[in-house]
């Protein structure tokens, strides 16, 4: 990596390995897509893990989904699993929680952890990868794994799109 180190990439950088884990940290080029990340690594689409954040209406906070790349988050579900209505979350709420820009959200090494769902259907993979806290950056892993660090419940709330 020709600059250095972003102050996000350091941080999932440094979760992972305090979870023991030696993270697989590629640089992409811009991924804007799930399929651009897709394409560029080489993998199906559904093995990105797109890290959804959205506004709980009543706590005021972000909530976090975990999704596959090619399958988008049911709201109806989503709201009734994190027992609020869900909104949009812009892009302040999203860096003052997270400490992450939009685009290279992780789904771990937030600044102040979010209720958390991850979705059934990223199981089905041995590998998954997910942004590493940068629109260049992302890591591979297995999906329990990233399930178990971001302290996301395993569910069903995610639609074909």
């Known amino acids: 990596m020709g600059q250095k180190m972003s102050k996000s990439l350091k ?3 440094a979760t ?15 991924a804007r897509t799930a399929q651009d990340a897709a394409a560029a690594l080489g993998c199906e689409v559904n093995q990105i893990a797109k ?3 959205l506004r709980g209406e ?5 909530v976090l989904f975990i999704t596959a ?6 709201l109806d579900r989503a709201a009734e699993l994190s ?3 869900l909104g949009k979350a812009d ?9 992450f820009a939009i685009g290279g959200v992780a789904p771990l090494g937030h600044l102040t952890p979010p209720r958390a769902w991850f979705d059934r259907s990223l199981l089905e993979f041995p590998l998954v990868w997910a942004a590493a806290g940068t629109p260049h950056h992302v890591f591979g892993l297995a999906p329990a794994k990233i399930a178990q ?8 709330f995610s639609v074909t799109s």
């Not at 009543?58 to 972000?62: D, E, K, P």
């Not at 660090?149 to 069903?156: E, F, I, K, R």
């Open 11 to 13: 941080r999932v950088r």
């Open 16 to 30: 992972l390995e305090a979870a023991g884990v030696r993270p697989d940290i590629r640089e992409t080029a811009l």
């Open 51 to 53: 890290s959804i954040v």
């Open 58 to 62: 009543n706590s005021g906070t972000a």
């Open 69 to 74: 790349g090619a399958r988008q988050v049911d």
């Open 83 to 85: 027992g609020e209505p």
């Open 91 to 99: 892009a302040a709420l999203i860096r003052a929680q997270t400490g």
């Open 149 to 156: 660090l971001s302290g996301a419940q395993t569910s069903d």
